[in-house]
Structures are given as C-alpha cells and as structure tokens.
T-cell receptor, first 110, second 114 residues
Framework: TQLLEQSPQFLSIQEGENLTVYCNSSSVFSSLQWYRQEPGEGPVLLVTVVTGGEVKKLKRLTFQFGDARKDSSLHITAAQPGDTGLYLCAGARWGNKLVFGAGTILRVKS | DSGVTQTPKHLITATGQRVTLRCSPRSGDLSVYWYQQSLDQGLQFLIQYYNGEERAKGNILERFSAQQFPDLHSELNLSSLELGDSALYFC?????????????FGPGTRLTVL
C-alpha cells in the first residue's frame, strides 16, 4: 500500500484542456513536493508547499496543499504538449526521507 | 542540467555480480540521497548521507551499501545481484540535512541484470 496515493495513474488529453492530479494520504506531512520527470531523466522539482491550505502558482500550474496537510492537488490550465511527463508528489514527515507517490503519467496530444 | 552527475549511465551485468554506482552532488551540497525506481515499486528512497555520515535509511537491502567520501561524492554498491534489482538508480543532493530542502536529481543509472 502506497503511503501517498496519486490519481489518476494515466491521463491523455488534448492540447488546451485543463486537468487536475490528486495526491492523497491518511498521514500528515510537514511539507509536500511536486516533481516532473521526463523519460530517461531524473525528477525535477516544481514546487514545495509547507503550510496547510497553501496555494502556489507556477505559470499555468496551480498547486494546493490541503488544510490538514494530508493531500495536495496539481491543476494545469490549457495543457500543452510540453507538459507531457510523469508527475510525482512526495511528502516529508518531519524527517529527512521523502515518500513518493506512484506518479501520474500525463500525455498531452497536439 | 541539475548539476548532479551519475556514472555510468547504463550498466548491464549478470546475476550474482557486484557493481558500483557513482554520484557527484551539486557543488556545495552536503546531502546525498539514493533512490531506486522500478515500474512496480515507483521511486523508493534507499539511503541518505550528510557530510560523510549516514543520516537516514529507507528500503535498502542488506546486499546494498553506500558511502560518502570526504570530497562528498557518493557510491552505491550493489552485490549478489538478482534479476529484480534491475531498475533506475537515482542520486539526489540538497544543500542541507532536511527533506524540506529542494532535492536535485541526477540523470540516473539504468541497471540491467541478466
């Protein structure tokens, strides 16, 4: 059983559509990070959220940390083919270890 | 380019063998993390070193070991290899000793055990 459940596992959409990826847990995290990984490369950090209820925006990407710090979402507006990749959420639990979700594979078709 | 380098990029070996994966962290980063990524297990934390000392352990098998040297580069040693050890192995580094800190990942080493 994954400590962090990501949904959906796969998402295939047309360019210009909006989408939301969810990251849920029954555990509380001190912080939560979102990464994007392209084939053959390592994950690249997109954002870190720390405060319950926090919302961060990165151009067309909006990240939200749940009030109880147990869940997070990533919303992409007007998706582009360049957004294609594996999106990973990772939680920190007042320690040094990051726990990763299984990831959401996003494919944006032009 | 994250600034983290890993060698080799690809490694093909046989069951029962031993291999060493190498990682050089970003300049100035003191923490090094090792992860294993496979299709069925996702990205799993193995072990962390901070300034030469082991700081945290994850799902690392007893057949695996790691160390961080005085120049801060790190090596992950995998021995008595099994088919199931085939995976991508990533190294990441961060400036300090905390999961709050941004971790920069290297390009990974793809290990294939035949």
């Amino acid at each position: 059983t994954q400590l962090l459940e990501q949904s959906p596992q796969f998402l295939s959409i047309q360019e210009g559509e909006n989408l939301t990826v969810y990251c849920n847990s029954s555990s509380v995290f001190s912080s939560l990070q979102w990464y994007r990984q392209e084939p053959g490369e390592g994950p690249v950090l997109l954002v870190t959220v720390v405060t319950g209820g926090e919302v961060k925006k990165l151009k067309r990407l909006t990240f939200q940390f749940g009030d109880a710090r147990k869940d997070s979402s990533l919303h992409i507006t007007a998706a582009q083919p360049g957004d294609t990749g594996l999106y990973l959420c990772a939680g920190a639990r007042w320690g040094n270890k990051l726990v990763f979700g299984a990831g959401t594979i996003l494919r944006v078709k032009s | 380019d994250s600034g983290v380098t890993q060698t080799p990029k690809h490694l093909i070996t046989a069951t029962g063998q031993r291999v060493t994966l190498r990682c050089s962290p970003r300049s100035g980063d003191l923490s090094v993390y090792w992860y294993q990524q496979s299709l069925d297990q996702g990205l799993q934390f193995l072990i962390q070193y901070y300034n030469g000392e082991e700081r945290a352990k994850g799902n690392i098998l007893e057949r695996f070991s790691a160390q961080q040297f005085p120049d801060l580069h790190s090596e992950l040693n995998l021995s008595s290899l099994e088919l199931g050890d085939s995976a991508l192995y990533f190294c990441a580094s961060s400036a300090r000793d905390s999961a709050y800190n941004e971790q920069f990942f290297g390009p990974g080493t793809r290990l294939t055990v035949l």
